[in-house]
């Protein structure tokens, strides 16, 4: 079982700033890969940002230099940090990640519920 609980959406000018978080709970073991991924309409998610379990990330061309994802200590929370943003980032922005259970082995993936990206000049 895992709940999965992202905040930090909404509106921002662009060229501004939105956190977006993702905070992981339930009986995990632990969590293996986070990512961000988004969705306009008529288009499928596309992979945002990622990290792994060894801190190591990745990001889509795009973003690259004005995202940054990372997570807390205790690599339970994912955060995105969106800087200089623009209206091309508009979308719904869901987290996504692999997380292994106390009482079964293996990894499972699962979906957050998304949270709006709004973006205006």
């Known amino acids: 079982q895992v709940q999965l609980v992202e905040s930090g959406g909404g509106l921002a000018q662009a060229g501004g700033s939105l956190r977006l978080s993702c905070a992981a709970s339930?009986?995990?073991?632990?969590?293996?890969?986070m990512e961000w991924r988004r969705q306009t309409p008529g288009k499928q998610r596309e992979l945002v940002a990622g990290?792994?379990?060894?801190?190591?990330?990745t990001y889509i061309d795009s973003v690259k230099g004005r995202f940054t994802i990372s997570r807390d200590s205790a690599k339970t929370t994912m955060y995105l940090q969106m800087n200089s943003l623009k209206e091309e980032d508009a979308a719904v922005y869901y987290c996504?990640?692999?997380?292994?259970?106390?009482?079964?082995?293996?990894?499972?993936?699962?979906w957050g519920q998304g949270t709006q990206v709004t973006v205006s000049s």
């Open positions: 996504y990640m692999s997380v292994q259970y106390k009482s079964v082995g293996g990894y499972y993936w699962h």
């Open positions: 339930g009986s995990i073991f632990s969590i293996n890969t």
């Open positions: 990290i792994d379990s060894s801190g190591t990330t």
